[in-house]
């Protein structure tokens, strides 16, 4: 079992950043990679990015590449999603995934297996 708690959302002005945090805890943290969502509402959860359990690779959304950056810090147990020149269309709950290392780059919601609770970020125009 692994226990995912996503941290850093809230309000933010088009054009501004945000750094999301998602402590893990339960399982080795170095032995899954990890998974960005977000799901805005009326619509389906959305993979963001994704970052391999060494850190050395990672993969992202079109829609957020060149803006949104991922890293993990496994002494810490920790992911983060930062991001930058945030737009409306951005506007979700975003959620943090844990999953096993049985395919790269897992962009389904059913490539993991773990969950934290998200966390709103909202982006205004």
């Known amino acids: 079992q692994v226990q995912l708690v996503e941290s850093g959302g809230g309000l933010v002005q088009a054009g501004g950043s945000l750094r999301l945090s998602c402590a893990a805890s339960?399982?080795?943290?170095?032995?899954?990679?990890m998974g960005w969502f977000r799901q805005a509402p009326g619509k389906e959860r959305e993979f963001v990015g994704a970052?391999?359990?060494?850190?050395?690779?990672?993969y992202y959304a079109e829609s957020v590449k060149g803006r949104f950056t991922i890293s993990r810090d496994n002494a810490k147990a920790t992911v983060y999603l930062q991001m930058n020149s945030l737009k409306p269309d951005d506007t979700a709950v975003y959620y943090c995934?844990?999953?096993?290392?049985?395919?790269?780059?897992?962009?389904?919601?059913?490539?993991?297996?773990?969950w934290g609770q998200g966390t709103q970020v909202t982006v205004s125009s």
């Open positions: 995934a844990a999953g096993p290392l049985r395919m790269w780059p897992a962009m389904s919601v059913s490539g993991y297996d773990y």
């Open positions: 339960g399982h080795t943290f170095s032995a899954y990679d």
């Open positions: 970052i391999r359990w060494s850190g050395i690779s990672t």
